[in-house]
T-cell receptor, first 112, second 114 residues
Framework: SQQGEEDPQALSIQEGENATMNCSYKTSINNLQWYRQNSGRGLVHLILIRSNEREKHSGRLRVTLDTSKKSSSLLITASRAADTASYFCATDAWAAGNKLTFGGGTRVLVKP | GAVVSQHPSWVICKSGTSVKIECRSLDFQATTMFWYRQFPKQSLMLMATSNEGSKATYEQGVEKDKFLINHASLTLSTLTVTSAHPEDSSFYIC??????????FGAGTRLSVL
């Protein structure tokens, strides 16, 4: 079963705008990861945030984690058409062993 | 990041035949690999965890005799869809587990069973 729920399910923005997506989960985690998937391809790891971290940056990506609310957000700043993809959060939880649990994903369309 | 190669990227087969999909970690040793199935516009569904040198661990509802997994070396895991039927048509993706439990994914295999 999927632990992570993401919203929105789909997002359409203009190039240059920011895109924000959220992920909620149910159990305690070791870390939370964000992945990107281009249509018809595998997933690419974007960023990992540990349970004791609250915010992390990588280039145009900003991830926040609120363990009290069991939620995370991914912000893509100054979006580009090439950012068009599906974005998935994945939780690494003690209870799940070495498996990641993926959210439902957010489909992002960046219009040029 | 680490590189995982998955082949073939696309396969069409007749109903009743078997199809083998290979997943290779090219630049690191992967003791644990994962096999997922993905339906259009949906998330990944974990099918099984493949451990080098031991039997795969299948998720509930996944038929182990239908989806045979072999992880004979630290760089190769294979998924064989036996006696494939049209309902097995899907996008199959493998991944290899790295440090901090980050997963490195293959490009996926689109299986179409006629």
């Amino acid at each position: 079963s999927q632990q992570g729920e993401e919203d929105p399910q789909a997002l359409s923005i203009q190039e240059g705008e920011n895109a924000t997506m959220n992920c909620s989960y149910k159990t305690s985690i070791n870390n939370l990861q964000w992945y990107r998937q281009n249509s018809g391809r595998g997933l690419v790891h974007l960023i990992l945030i540990r349970s004791n971290e609250r915010e992390k940056h990588s280039g145009r990506l900003r991830v926040t984690l609120d363990t009290s609310k069991k939620s995370s957000s991914l912000l893509i700043t100054a979006s580009r058409a090439a950012d068009t993809a599906s974005y998935f959060c994945a939780t690494d939880a003690w209870a799940a062993g070495n498996k990641l649990t993926f959210g439902g994903g957010t489909r992002v369309l960046v219009k040029p | 990041g680490a590189v995982v190669s998955q082949h073939p990227s696309w396969v069409i087969c007749k109903s009743g035949t078997s199809v083998k999909i290979e997943c290779r970690s090219l630049d690191f040793q992967a003791t644990t690999m994962f096999w997922y199935r993905q339906f259009p516009k949906q998330s990944l569904m974990l099918m099984a965890t493949s451990n080098e040198g031991s039997k795969a661990t299948y998720e509930q509802g996944v038929e182990k005799d239908k989806f045979l997994i072999n992880h004979a070396s630290l760089t190769l895991s294979t998924l064989t869809v036996t006696s494939a039927h049209p309902e097995d048509s899907s996008f199959y993706i493998c991944s290899a587990r790295g440090t901090f439990n980050i997963q490195y994914f293959g490009a996926g295999t689109r299986l179409s069973v006629l």
